[in-house]
């Protein structure tokens, strides 16, 4: 069993700043891709940043030069520090990890959070 928690989200006004954290724990017995999502009320969710395990990363057009997407392979955990947040980053952030577990090495499967709330509001 995997479980991805994370952690960080909240109020924030316009032009703040917040870090998320996403830690993974269960039988791990690697981890590929580590990432973040986020969906708007009436919108799909979509990609805001990805880090592969060899830390190579890739944004959204959206959050480039404001959001840092890193990771800590010892701790399992991938981090959002996002900057110069604006209105339209309000949504519901998830974590997402391609995992394969020690029952099923050869294999990886893609885990969600359960996902935390960022609202920029003034």
């Known amino acids: 069993q995997v479980q991805l928690v994370e952690s960080g989200g909240g109020l924030v006004q316009p032009g703040g700043s917040l870090r998320l954290s996403c830690a993974a724990s269960g039988n791990i017995f690697s981890i590929n891709a580590m990432g973040w999502y986020r969906q708007a009320p009436g919108k799909q969710r979509e990609l805001v940043a990805i880090?592969?395990?060899?830390?190579?990363?890739n944004y959204a057009d959206s959050v480039k030069g404001r959001f840092t997407i890193s990771r800590d392979n010892a701790k399992n955990t991938v981090y959002l520090q996002m900057n110069s947040l604006k209105p339209e980053d309000t949504a519901v952030y998830y974590c997402?990890?391609?995992?394969?577990?020690?029952?099923?090495?050869?294999?990886?499967?893609?885990?969600w959070g359960q996902g935390t709330q960022v609202t920029v509001s003034s």
């Open positions: 880090i592969t395990s060899g830390g190579s990363t």
């Open positions: 997402n990890a391609h995992i394969a577990t020690t029952q099923a090495m050869g294999v990886r499967y893609s885990y």
